[in-house]
Structures are given as C-alpha cells and as structure tokens.
C-alpha cells in the first residue's frame, strides 16, 4: 500500500518562506502532486514533479528527490490568503490515481 | 471551461437511511473520482471510472455505498444505509486521460449522519 507523511500544523508570517515537507512509500511510482485547500473549498491543483528537482511556479516552488522517496513545496513571500491546507499526493499505480496524505494545516499571521 | 458540478452542497440524514450524490464533471474528462475527505484528513479514493466503465472501487464499502456512471458523462454516489462514521465531505474529481497528475475537483457534498 501507500503511505504519505507530512506535519500537520505549521505556522509562519505574512512575508515570509515557509516549506512544507512529505515523505512517502509507495509502488508504481509516477510524480509527487501537490494541493491547496481552503476552508469549505475544493482542493486546488498547485504543482506536480515527475523528475527529481525544483519546479518553480511564481511564489510556490516544489522539489522531488525519488531516491529518497521526498519532496517539499516551498512558499515564498507569504500572503494571509495562502492560509489553508496544503496535499501532497503521490499519482502511482497502473490505474495511475493519486494518493493523497493527510494535509497541512498552515496558518499565515500578520 | 466550466468546473465540475456537485450537487447537493450539503445534506444531513439520519442514520439508516439512505443519500445521493450527484456529479457533473468537466466536458470531455474521460476519468472521473469519487473521493471521501473525513474532517481533518486528506481525500480517500473511493472509485475510479474511465468513460463508463470502473477501473477501481477496491476501496468502496459495497455493502452500503454503489456508484454509476451512465453513458461516460454524470455519476452518482449513493449510500444506503448511511452510518454515524459516513459524515465527511464527498468530492468528485475528473482528468483528461494523461493528466491524471492534475485533477479538477468540484466543491463536495458535505453530508452529516445523525
């Protein structure tokens, strides 16, 4: 089976750069996808790494290392709107479905 | 491009009896999710449909939740009987084939058993 771990809370300033790490063990293996979700939304598409790397998209970065079966997204000049919970998700498998691990929570102060 | 459509937003049942869930995904994504996201988790799959045949519902409780997607377009998630631990929030996702990196997720329903 798979299994994905990240921490749970994290906490930084408006301003500031935050990273968000996710370990992961799984079979099948394709990419690392990442998720944004606000309170009562939907889980939004952020960022998706296939090769090892840093993958750069305005403020938000996102770095695979398959070897080590880890990866981080990285936000940048925090806004109090990036306040939300965060998804890594591994895409792995013959039906190719993404595995998602249980989020973190973080919370942008002024 | 619209998004996908879930309906409804929100429904609260009694335990026992039983739910419907609709979904109305991106026109032309072939490959449509139901996932179930428990407060404070993240999305569990469900089932996986590739046009309207089921590629994977291993993860499906069959003895109470059935889904179906008529002619590869609309699905419906049902529940029945519904139980205490089914309160989450149900999201349906849909991808183009070959993209399944990238998933287009509707808002949910948000469904409380009491």
């Known amino acids: 089976g798979q299994s994905l771990e990240q921490p749970s809370e994290v906490t930084a300033v408006e301003g500031a750069i935050v990273q968000i790490n996710c370990t992961y063990q799984?079979?099948?293996?394709?990419?690392l996808s990442w998720y944004q979700q606000h309170d009562g939304g939907a889980p939004t598409f952020l960022s998706y790494n296939a090769l090892d790397g840093l993958e750069e998209t305005g403020r938000f970065s996102s770095f695979l290392s398959r070897s080590d079966s880890y990866g981080y997204l990285l936000l940048q000049e925090l806004q109090m709107k990036d306040s939300a919970s965060y998804f890594c998700a591994v895409l792995s498998g013959s039906a190719r479905q993404l595995t998602f691990g249980s989020g973190t929570q973080l919370t942008v102060l002024p | 491009e619209a998004g996908v459509a879930q309906s409804p937003r929100y429904k609260i049942i009694e335990k026992r009896q039983s739910v419907a869930f609709w979904c109305n995904p991106i026109s032309g994504h072939a490959t449509l999710y139901w996932y179930q996201q428990i407060l404070g988790q993240g999305p569990k799959l469900l089932i996986q449909?590739?046009?309207?045949?089921?590629?994977?519902d291993s993860q499906l409780p069959k003895d109470r939740f059935s889904a179906e997607r008529l002619k590869g377009v609309d699905s419906t998630l049902k529940i029945q009987p519904a139980k205490l631990e089914d309160s989450a929030v149900y999201l349906c996702?849909?991808?183009?084939?070959?993209?399944?990196?990238?998933?287009?997720f509707g808002s949910g329903t948000r469904l409380t058993v009491v």
């Open positions: 449909f590739q046009n309207n045949g089921v590629v994977d």
């Open positions: 799984t079979s099948g293996f394709y990419g």
């Open positions: 996702a849909s991808s183009l084939a070959g993209t399944e990196k990238s998933y287009t």
